[in-house]
């Protein structure tokens, strides 16, 4: 697997697994109904922030997305925050676990001293488990935070770790 900066080409084989991931609404506080064009400018950031893809190096398939970005403006501008995206089909390979390293080394040499991710959902374990075993911590947890389908309402995680 390969991971590499995401270019505009990428977006017409971001958009499907990114569309079905967000219209479940399990995961991430966007609207289920998202339009494609916000999507787009939604994750495909620009400098200073940065947007990568995983690929299968045999096949050429993008397996997964991230993004990475300053969780604030300002003085606490030093806070890495980042968003991960695998296609369903490719779940179980690791490409999440790749992403997250991968944004972790990044903000680590872009100067970053933390990274934090905002709202994971608590019922996301698949996620919390990868983070917590890539060293982050809960920091608290927003009871009712997230309106999930099925589960109904569900806290959501502010997660951390220095880098």
Known sequence: MQIREATAED??????????VV???ETFTYPTDLPEEQAR???LLDAPDRTVVAVDESTGTILGTAKT????????????????LVDPAHEGR????ALCAHTLDWARTAGFRRMQFNAVVETNT???GLYRSLGFEILGTLPEGFRHPRHG???LHVM???L
Do not use: E, K, M
């Open 41 to 43: 400018s939604w994750w």
């Open 69 to 84: 970005n300053a969780n604030q403006r300002g003085n606490g501008a030093h806070v890495a925050s980042a968003s991960y």
């Open 160 to 162: 951390h770790r220095a």
């Open 23 to 25: 219209a479940a609404g």
């Open 153 to 155: 309402y569900v806290g």
């Open 94 to 97: 690791g490409v999440g676990r």
């Open 11 to 20: 977006w017409p084989a971001i958009w499907p697994f990114f569309h079905t």
């Open 126 to 128: 698949r996620a919390v």
